[in-house]
């Protein structure tokens, strides 16, 4: 009987020693910048309750961070400047050829920096870390519909919408109940999965900005015709690498998002986790303006190596974790 094989790393030696050389180059990107190295909660009492991401409950009632976000606004809160980590973050049933449930997140804030400062500095790393040099394109969120979708996701409701999409051949699922078929921005990320994102960055990296006030999440909403969300997403190859905002720092309406994406859960059967009350708190205290992004090290590894499929760049994926 042939012994089972599943014990050695799926990454090459070659690969690993890649990733090992894409850290320090990172660590050496921000120590040059002077922003401080952090280090957060992997455990904690709260978790997010975005209406997309699913968390890891522990048996003693705890969670596994999706993200190091809330921790590290509580730092800025705190005062402590520009600060960065790499932070290991979990996401229950996130698996596939760009996903496992454990990756590696770099996410990192900047005191006084508005999300297209951010994008800047976003650029900068990139090209520190072996990406293109030149042909980096930025489009809005309405360019990016118009040129590949052909036409002007803010005018268009959710009927609208899956009947355009109906005709190009995506039906979406069959099961939505008539609360989902009416959400937009339902109609919107399947526009954004199946037809735009896999448009962007087909050669050089491209940013999405300026997203519909609805898709805001932790970002500002800048009031103009139609608002839109200071948020941006870096695609390349059709696939995202980063999301970052230009940081909500309103403590009531923060927990107004967090106590409407409960309720939505709620709605839904979905889990129902407590939001995280201590960054309210660090928010009412005074959260300087700032901007922060996360890109996942994984997915930028298999970028710049030109890999297909994340395993080849994990000594250990979730299957034989």
Sequence with gaps: MNASMNWKPTASFDTLRARAALLAR??????????????????????????????????DGRWLQTSPEFAMK???????????????VFRLDEQGRHHNCEF???EWYRPGFDHRRLMDEVESLLRSCDAPESGWRRFS??????????FDP?????????ARLRERGVAGPDDLSADEGADRDFWLDLWMSHVVGPQLGRGAPAFLYDFPASQ??????????PPVAER?????????????????????????RFEADQVWRRQRGRVVPPHDRELIAALQSGLPACAG??????RLLMMLLGKSCIDEVMAFPADRA
Excluded: K
């Design 74 to 88: 509580r730092l800025l809160a705190a005062g402590s400047g520009p600060i960065w980590q790499l932070a290991p």
């Design 216 to 225: 805001a999440a932790l970002a500002r909403v800048r009031d103009e015709l």
């Design 104 to 106: 590696t997140m770099l």
């Design 293 to 298: 992004v996360a890109i996942g090290v994984e």
């Design 141 to 150: 969120y309405r360019e990016a519909f118009e040129l590949h979708a052909g």
């Design 154 to 162: 803010h005018t268009l409701d959710a009927s609208a919408l899956r």
């Design 26 to 59: 990172i660590r050496q990107f921000f120590a040059e910048r002077e922003v401080l190295e952090v280090t957060t909660p992997v455990l904690s009492r709260h978790a997010t309750v975005d209406r997309h991401i699913d968390s890891f409950a522990t048996v």
């Design 232 to 256: 941006f997403e870096l695609f390349w190859h059709g696939i995202e690498l980063a999301n970052g905002f230009h940081e909500l720092t309103d403590a009531v309406e923060q927990r107004n």
